[in-house]
């Protein structure tokens, strides 16, 4: 069992900065794949980027390459999204999603097949 807490939304300016932490609970955090997903209102919940177990592979939406970043930490079982650069649509509530199947990356990148889900953190960026 893995409970995941995400921390760190915020109201930014668009062009700005925010580091979004994801902190699970458990012994066994290291086994799992890390997504992080959002849904702004009225939205389906889209993927954001992802993580394998040992951090040595990443995987971004296209939408936001080259301005988040995601990485890890699993001795304080924490998986953090930096977000740069940010822009108005980039507002949503974003969440983090645990995978113990070792599926491939652009599998993880579908919102099915998740085992564990946070309850969200809101992010509002403004023009």
């Known amino acids: 069992q893995v409970q995941l807490v995400e921390s760190g939304g915020g109201l930014v300016q668009a062009g700005g900065s925010l580091r979004l932490s994801c902190a699970a609970s458990?012994?066994?955090?290291?086994?799992?794949?890390i997504g992080w997903f959002r849904q702004a209102p009225g939205k389906e919940r889209e993927f954001v980027a992802a993580i394998t177990w040992s951090g040595k592979s990443t995987y971004y939406a296209d939408s936001v390459k080259g301005r988040f970043t995601i990485s890890r930490d699993n001795a304080k079982n924490t998986v953090y999204l930096q977000m740069n650069s940010l822009k108005p649509e980039d507002t949503a509530v974003y969440y983090c999603?645990?995978?113990?199947?070792?599926?491939?990356?652009?599998?993880?990148?579908?919102?099915?097949?998740?085992?564990?889900w946070g309850q969200g953190t809101q992010v509002t960026v403004s023009s």
């Open positions: 458990g012994r066994t955090f290291s086994n799992y794949d």
């Open positions: 999603a645990a995978d113990r199947q070792r599926r491939s990356l652009p599998q993880m990148g579908g919102v099915y097949g998740y085992d564990y």
